[in-house]
């Protein structure tokens, strides 16, 4: 799985990482950067559908 947030198309809102903090986190450049590309824990394709720019692509 790969997991990629279009940096020119995220707004660092934030619910990403809120979301799934062990897969992204907000850098001092207000961007939500890619951790690891799975989770154990929550659904990646879930999160995806909830970025409100969709921003971030799961393949
Ligand atoms: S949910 Fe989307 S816009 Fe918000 S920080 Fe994550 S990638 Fe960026």
Do not use: R, W, Y
């Not at 979301?19 to 986190?25: A, H, L, N």
């Not at 951790?35 to 999160?47: F, I, R, W």
């Amino acid at each position: 799985m790969k997991v990629i947030v279009d940096a020119a198309t995220c707004v660092g809102c934030g619910l990403c990482e809120q979301s799934c903090p062990e897969v992204f986190k907000i850098e001092d450049d207000n961007i939500a950067h890619v951790l690891k590309h799975n989770c154990s824990s929550c659904d990646l394709q879930e999160v995806a559908s909830q970025c409100p720019v969709e921003a971030i692509k799961v393949e």
